[in-house]
């Protein structure tokens, strides 16, 4: 969706590398979502973030939310083999009162990590 | 355990021919989606369901149609006005807004066309 933007679009880096992914939003979000994807395979869900200037980390992935709601960058530090597959972030911009949530995806970012 | 299941993993249809997806859930959600993703594209919304026997059309509603008459099923059908249906289908459940909400996936179908 041009509503939302990720960079780079394929991302190859050597093991023990650090790496940045951005996704970049034309409009305020309610929340933004990133999930992995194994190519073939469901979406798993990493990480949600709502607030202006949150940041959230799980093992050695961490994601930001800039204060604007607008930015937001998914970092992996000393990446390794199992970080590989494609990397998504959705947007959500349902209003808060409404049941359920309407996601709008990026294109992707395909990570592969060099042993 | 729970979670959501699609059938089958690999579909192939005839020209002209409607064929249905099966998407089930037992994590007791609310809401359901089907969602479409094309070769290093995104996923694009086709149609959700916030309750039972209520449905919206998503960004790319044409030529495909959904039901929803109990809470763990949503199936789509790809009807033959669905002119180029090659592409691999997701389907998705979440519970009622709250903060740190999700959106769960099955592990998709992939559709071809004979």
Redesign the interface.
Known sequence: ?QE?E?SP?SLIVQEGKNLTINCTSSKTLYGL?W?KQKY??????LM?L?KGGEEKSHEKITAKLDEKKQQSSLHITASQPSHAGIY?C?ADR?P?????????????TQLTVNP | DGGITQSPKYLFRKEGQNVTLSCEQNLNHDAMYWYRQDPGQGLRLIYYSQIVNDFQKGDIAEGYSVSREKKESFPLTVTSAQKNPTAFYLCASSPPRMPGGTQYFGPGTRLLVL
Do not use: A, D, K, P
Request: proline letters at 0%; zero cysteines; glycine letters at 20%.
């Open positions: 969706s939302l990720q679009q979502y999930y073939g395979e469901g979406l798993i869900f949600m709502q998504l959705g349902t808060l009162e409404t049941s359920g949530s309407r996601l709008t995806f990026g294109e992707g």
